[in-house]
Every structure is written in C-alpha cells, then in structure tokens.
C-alpha cells in the first residue's frame, strides 16, 4: 500500500470540502435484525482493509501527514464517523 492509496480511503471519510460533513454526520441507522447484522458483517469484512490504511498512515513521517492535514493523534480515528464533521466545525 501506497501513501496515495490511504489518502485515497481517507477522502472516503473526510471529504475535500468540510460543508458536507453535515451529510457524513447523519448515518443511517438500520432497525431491522437483518440490516443490523449486514451491517456488521460488512463492517467486520471491511476491519482489514482499514487496518492497512491506519498502519500506512502511521509510517508516514509528522511532516507527510501535515501534508495531507492530518497529527499523528488523528491516524487512528479517520475512520470515525464524527472525525470529519468535528474537524469540519473548528
């Protein structure tokens, strides 16, 4: 994996233009059984794949993730559902 590739999944997260983190914010909420273990299991099939982003991310030296905007602190929660729109409040 490639620092352009974990910048291209972290764009999944936070996107370019902070004014839509409002859309990023309000997540879906499935009420059915089967919606809720779909969903979990797309988001246990999905664990590796960011494991690897964070990992790459996390190689990266303080100066690389200032580039794309991001402090070592931060690595480990690009992939939180309120990172993008906290980050897009300040």
Do not use: C, K, Y
Not at 20 to 41: D, G, K, N
Not at 60 to 82: M, N
């Amino acid at each position: 994996m490639t620092a352009r590739f974990a910048r291209d999944e972290m764009s999944f997260v936070m996107p370019s233009s902070f004014s839509a983190a409002q859309s990023v914010r309000v997540a879906h909420r499935p009420t059915s059984l089967t919606a809720r273990i779909t969903a979990m299991l797309r988001w246990l099939a999905e664990m590796p794949r960011r494991r690897a982003v964070i990992e790459e991310l996390s190689a990266l030296s303080d100066h690389e993730l200032a580039d794309i905007g991001l402090t070592r602190g931060e690595v480990v929660r690009v992939f939180d559902s309120g990172f993008a729109a906290e980050r897009g409040a300040n």
